[in-house]
Structure formats: C-alpha cells, structure tokens
C-alpha cells in the first residue's frame, strides 16, 4: 500500500513536483562534481522516457574533450548481464543446457567436477578468483586472455572454495568462463557473438566489446578512465603498482571489456521488458534468484543483482568497478524506472543510487543513524588491512575512534552503530566486521547503494 499511495501521489502532484525531483537530483551530481567526487554521464528514465540526462567532466583529461551523451564508457561488471544473455540466447538455440557441467566445454577443468553453467551464472560455482592466481602465477609483461586463465587452472588445480551449488559468492572467475563457454558452443568470438545476437538487433551501435591495450583501436568519442595520485592529479592507471592489472589483465573478457553508453544501455533496459531477444520464461529465470540447499535464498540471477524492496519493489541492478570506473544500472521493474550512471574517474565517493532513488519517489533522504558507545579495546580489535580486490586494500586505524581509509584517499572515521557494525557520516555506508570459528576478525563487510563487498583481513 506505501508504494502504491507513492505512486498515486506523483500522479496527482503533476508535472511541478516533477520538475523539483528532477532539480534536487541535478543538485546532487552538480554538487559532487563541484567537490571532485563525480565525473560521468548521467541517464534517468521513467517508462522509458528520459527525464534526466546529463554529462559532468571530460572524457580526455590530455585534451581537455568535455563528456557528452555519446560518450563510450568501460562498463566493468555491468558487463556480466551481456555475457549471461549470450548464454541465454544459446539455451534457446539449444546450443547448451543450463545444466551442462564445465568439463563439457574445458576437460581440462574436470576436477571441478559438479561445476555447472547455472552454478557460474548464479555465482554458486566455488571456483577461486581467478585474478589471485594470475597474481601469483602470471608474467606481467603479458597480457592475459581467457585460453591463459584456462590453461593456469588446468596447471595449478586450485581447490574450490566451497562444493558447486553450496553457497553464493560473486566470482569473476565464473563469468570469464562463461564468455568462453559462449565461444565453445556458438563457434564464434565472444566479441561477435554479442554484436550479433544482441547489439545489432537493438541498435546499440555505440556497444562493443573492447580491450583496449590487447586490441588496440580508434574510438571516438572514448571516455578515458582516471584515477587521482597523491599529488591529487588524474592519471591513467596503467603504469602505477596497484592497478597495473588494467594492463595485463586486458585481453579477459566476460567478466568485463563491454563498452557503452548510457542512452545504448536505456536501448537495452527496454528490450529486457519484451520478447526482442528472448522468451518471457528466459527473462523470468534471469531475474529470479536460485535458494541454496540450507533453503537460503541468494540475491543473484543472471548478471543481474535482485532484490524485493519495501519501498520500490522489485530491483534488478549491477554495479561494475575497475581502475579509471564506476559503473551503475538499476531497472526498478515493478514501477519501470531506470537509472543509468557511467563514471570515468574512480573516485572514493560512490554513485548515490538510493537518494537518487528516493528523489524520485519524493521519499524523505536523510537515514538516521543511532551512534553507539563501543569501548575502545573492542574497537582496536577491528585494526588491520582488508583486502578489497587483489592488491587493492582498505585500512583501518584507531585514533580516538575507528578510521578507514584507501589507497591514496582521504581517512574517514567509521562511527560505531554496535560493537561489530560502523557507519560513515560523509556517504551513506557502513562497514561490519565479522570473527571466524576462534574468534579472531577475518573480514569485513562494506554496505552501500544495496551491495555487499566482502573484504578479506590480510594483516
């Protein structure tokens, strides 16, 4: 009843409320352009009109190009929606099953003998990151490709993290697998299979998968990824320790590498709510969410993030994080409104999706917080590096009170909700701890925008 009373009240309101929602919103990205905590493209729709869109920065920061509409964006793990509807569209064909084991397509890969392809669409594989071993294992001075991460797998025989089907845990390991499974049943690139299959029926002429120190080519209108050094100047990533990995990880596709822009991603928005692409059943299973032998449900489909929400009901959304990028695309389906942001410099502070989302639902923005009185030497438990992605790792200090901080970025103070949950007060995120069986703290977990990030401690 609370959303539907929402709904009636936009109606009725008209188009005054409408453009107030819509100017608090720009108020909110002119602002944190304003502070150098956003350079990107915007898109907002509702039923599949723009009602907001708008370009804050450049795409080149050598030549000084301003961002415009058109602007191509790598889209990092937004791209792992592409690669599962390329499965899905081989299922149809009858090319494969959901149910295929892995060592069908890589026998090389047998020891992961209950591995299915439904268990790497839905993240229950338990195949260990693919990126920690090309860490160890990989020549730097090349770049990789998905045959390599085949073959360092076959050679090293890493152990599974959890038995197939078991449990849920995001894996970019299973999704570059998938890109190669497409190649392996369709006979054609993972690239071409994509263009055809997808980007030409829906005239997404601006979307293609790019690797762009693999393959090398001219885009125009390319919106160069940045990240800030500590002299506070926009760099490219290539040549810097910790982000290296854009370089020799580049020629991996499926877990990224697909290209956009934010008007072809609303072009895609749309199709997912007909039969252009696929049956009504296939778009049915891509957004329902598998539940696990202990009858715990996950909150994962197809490439797409789902979650029943109070206020707004069902949401399908993927975020997608790589040096240079911060990706976002959010489908509220039972209210169909769409919201598309693209990021071309990795920032600290993170899209805004959930005010974004209640601006438009004139739902009030603030979310009070009780802070807690934790003792100190609770506290200082929790001091330690947690590792966020391979090489990339989140401090927390004590200094009258917990701190965290990440590479090359401002220190924030984590304020205590309990003895194991922080909240922050400069964006709207918490940070909980958890301990293993001996009851020592062995990871953290970052909540923001609807997302968990799983951090590792390491130190």
Known sequence: MKKLAVVIFLAITGSAVAQDKIARIDSVF???????????????????????????????????????????FELASV???????????LEEKGKLKYDDKLSKFFPELGFYKDVTVRHLLNHTGGLPDYMDL?????????????????????????????PAGTKYEYSNTGYALLASIIEKASGMTYADLLKKSIFIPLKMDNTFVYTRRYAPKEVKNYAYGYIT????????????????????????????????????LLKWDRALYSDKLVSKKSRELIFSIPVLPNREKTDYGFGWMIEANKDFGKIAQHSGGWPGYYTYIEREMDNDKTIIVLQNNDTETRIPANTIRRLLYGLP?????????????????????????????????????????????????????????????VVDAQVEFFKDDNGNVDRAVMYQNGREITAKKIK
Do not use: C
Request: charged share 25%.
């Open 79 to 89: 791209s792992k929606q592409f690669t599962a509807m390329g499965i899905v569209l």
């Open 30 to 72: 002119t602002a944190m352009h304003s502070r150098k905590q956003f350079n990107g493209n915007v898109l907002i729709a509702e039923k599949g009109n723009v009602v907001y869109q708008k370009s804050f920065g450049l795409r080149n920061e050598e030549t000084k190009e301003a961002l415009d509409a058109n602007s191509i």
């Open 365 to 425: 923005l603030n979310v009070k917080r009780q802070e807690a009185v934790v003792p100190e030497d609770k506290m200082k438990a929790y001091i330690g590096e947690y590792e966020l992605a391979p090489g990339y790792a989140m401090q927390i200090t004590y200094d009258n009170g917990l701190k965290t901080q990440l590479p090359g970025q401002q220190r924030f103070e984590l304020f205590p909700e309990s003895e194991t949950k922080f909240f922050l007060k």
């Open 134 to 162: 090309m860490e160890k294992h990989w020549d730097h001075n090349h770049i990789a490709t998905n045959k390599d991460v085949i073959s360092l797998f076959a050679t090293e025989k890493p152990a599974a993290v959890f």
């Open 229 to 264: 050094d500590l002299a506070g100047k926009k760099v490219l990533p290539d040549n810097f320790a910790q982000t290296d990995m854009v370089v020799w990880l580049d020629g991996i596709v499926g877990d990224g590498t697909v290209n956009s822009t934010t008007g072809d």
